[in-house]
């Protein structure tokens, strides 16, 4: 079983368009994120969410619409998309110990 | 603020060869300090932790020691092999209590390439 789980993988779209991407985690964790990694492989928080409320938004852009309609899931929404968004999207749980990564998300925006 | 700072990579060593990937943080308070390994096409997975000063994490044959008079957390491997190349990120994360909710802030990554 997948303990951290998401869809689609690979997601490539034109400008202007809007998109979602799901994640799932089957561990019973109370807290989710969203991370951004670049072309440089640099990895930065984007949200965070602890039982369904947001906790952490770290300035990013409106377009982006996290949503959680229950614990055990996060979902993503970016509207209005543009050549900056392509990256990779990680999807991430935690409890009390380690983070949970998912696999990933390469968004490529033409 | 929190940081990670990471030796510049990529790194490109023979297999074998010992490894050392640098790490050196700033942090409020005192931070657990973990490595991450995403190997191609794949998430991140956690690789070993330390959780205070002194602590040793271990694991698949890497090592990395928590040293707070250096504020640093190097990973280290006495020879690696082909199947080590990954991307490592050096990450700390605050203690459970205030607003952190578990964040974690990650160095920028260190490219390994190893080289039958």
């Known amino acids: 079983d997948t303990a951290v789980s998401q869809t689609p993988k690979y997601l490539v779209t034109q400008m202007g368009n809007d998109k979602s991407i799901k994640c799932e985690q089957n561990?019973?964790?109370?807290?989710m994120y969203w991370y951004k990694q670049d072309s440089k492989k640099f990895l930065k928080i984007m949200f965070s969410?602890?039982?369904?409320?947001?906790?952490i938004n770290e300035t990013v852009p409106n377009r982006f619409s996290p949503k959680s309609p229950d614990k055990a899931h996060l979902n993503l929404h970016i509207n209005s998309l543009e050549l900056g968004d392509s990256a990779v999207y990680f999807c991430?749980?935690?409890?009390?110990?380690?983070?949970?990564f998912g696999p990933g998300t390469r968004l490529t925006v033409l | 603020g929190n940081s990670v700072t990471q030796m510049e990579g990529p790194v490109t060593l023979s297999e074998e060869a010992f490894l050392t990937i640098n790490c050196t943080y700033t942090?409020?308070?005192?931070?657990?300090l973990f490595w991450y390994v995403q190997y191609p096409g794949e998430g991140l997975q956690l690789l070993l932790k330390?959780?205070?000063?002194?602590d040793k994490g271990s694991n698949k044959g890497f090592e990395a020691t928590y040293r707070k008079e250096t504020t640093s957390f190097h990973l280290e491997k006495g020879s690696v092999q082909v199947s080590d190349s990954a991307v490592y990120f050096c990450?700390?994360?605050?203690?459970?209590?205030?607003?952190?909710?578990?964040?974690?802030?990650f160095g920028q990554g260190t490219i390994l390439t190893v080289h039958p």
């Open positions: 991430a749980s935690t409890g009390w110990g380690e983070q949970f």
């Open positions: 561990l019973g964790h109370d807290t």
């Open positions: 969410y602890n039982n369904k409320e947001l906790i």
């Open positions: 942090a409020t308070g005192y931070p657990s």
């Open positions: 330390a959780t205070k000063a002194d």
């Open positions: 990450a700390l994360r605050l203690s459970a209590g205030g607003t952190s909710y578990g964040k974690l802030t």
